[in-house]
């Protein structure tokens, strides 16, 4: 631990405003981004074993099921990293900090692969079970909006020259594209589409097998701490290019 | 075509995917320079 670090972790309480500044942040998500990783690794790893392996056959779909042991984590994510950016995004429209920023724009491309992921292995999963790769439903429709979304925000950073320009109109455009997010999660319910609803909700108990679920939550795991140590090092390199 | 080939579609590319973004990332941090600088 830095000396940094020290001073921003103090015996009683932890300084947030002391890690607002990317020099400061700087060591902490460096420290916050080898553990992560390690997690990742050893999580996924778990993760395949289950899903791959102990997890049993489904007696309707067979064995094209374990799809779902990627599909619905890399959703999840897809959804849960927009809402962060957002916020971040918000942040940075609010108080005007550069590491807010700054950490919108590290989590876009993570957040972009995992709705790709997303996309691709639903297909790939629709083909077998409905029969078909895509349908225009409103969960399909609008993940694939969310991916537009992502690579929309990508494009307008690349585009404006000025960092502080292309960061503010960057983020108005994370924070608007916002409400695609309940559209998304609710999209099953509000229309009648092919797609189905949760299989895990918060408030239900969940409709499958332990070991199912188990697997499931150990590769939500795996992308969990995979994103936050992606998005880590990319606010590192981003700060090292600009500061 | 069999139930193999989904499966193993989903996972190769899936993972693919994340090492490619592993292998940009570390491209992206040498380019970047040594972090002494920050420190």
């Given amino acids: 631990m830095t000396a940094g670090m020290k001073q921003g972790m103090n ?12 020099q400061t942040f700087f060591p902490l998500a460096g420290t916050i981004a080898r553990w992560c990783a390690l997690g990742a690794a050893l999580l996924a790893l778990a993760g395949l074993y289950v899903g791959l392996v102990a997890a049993p056959t489904d007696a309707q779909q067979g064995e094209v099921y374990r799809i779902i042991f990627i599909h619905v984590p ?23 900090t550069r590491l807010s920023f700054m950490m919108a724009q ?6 972009a692969l995992f709705t790709f992921i997303a996309l691709w292995t639903g297909s790939l999963w629709g083909r077998p079970t409905w029969g078909t790769y895509w349908v225009w439903d ?16 990508m494009a ?41 609803g949760a299989s895990v909700s918060l408030t239900k108990a969940p409709s499958m097998a332990a070991t199912m679920l188990t697997g499931m939550l150990l590769m939500a795991l795996a992308f969990w701490a995979y994103s936050i140590a992606a998005a880590l090092v990319r606010v590192r390199c981003i700060i090292r290019e600009r500061e | 075509m069999s139930h193999g080939f989904f499966i193993w579609a989903s996972y190769v590319v899936t ?10 990332l570390f491209r992206r941090s040498r380019r970047a320079g040594p972090s002494r600088q920050i420190k």
């Fill in chain 1, 156 to 196: 307008l950073h690349a585009a404006i020259d000025d960092p502080r320009r292309a960061d503010r109109a960057s983020a108005l455009l994370a924070v608007v594209g916002a409400v695609n997010v309940p559209i998304i999660y609710y999209s099953v319910q509000w229309w009648n589409t092919l797609h189905q």
């Fill in chain 1, 11 to 22: 015996s009683t309480t932890f300084r947030w405003f002391w890690f607002a500044s990317p």
């Fill in chain 1, 74 to 96: 890399a959703a999840w994510m897809s959804m849960f990293i927009y809402l962060v950016m957002a916020g971040w995004a918000a942040v940075g429209l609010a108080f005007n």
């Fill in chain 1, 106 to 111: 590290a989590l876009a491309p993570t957040g």
């Fill in chain 1, 138 to 153: 409103a969960r399909l429709t609008s993940e694939l909006i969310l991916l537009f979304l992502y690579l929309g925000f």
């Fill in chain 2, 15 to 24: 993972f693919a995917a994340l090492a490619l973004e592993v292998a940009f």
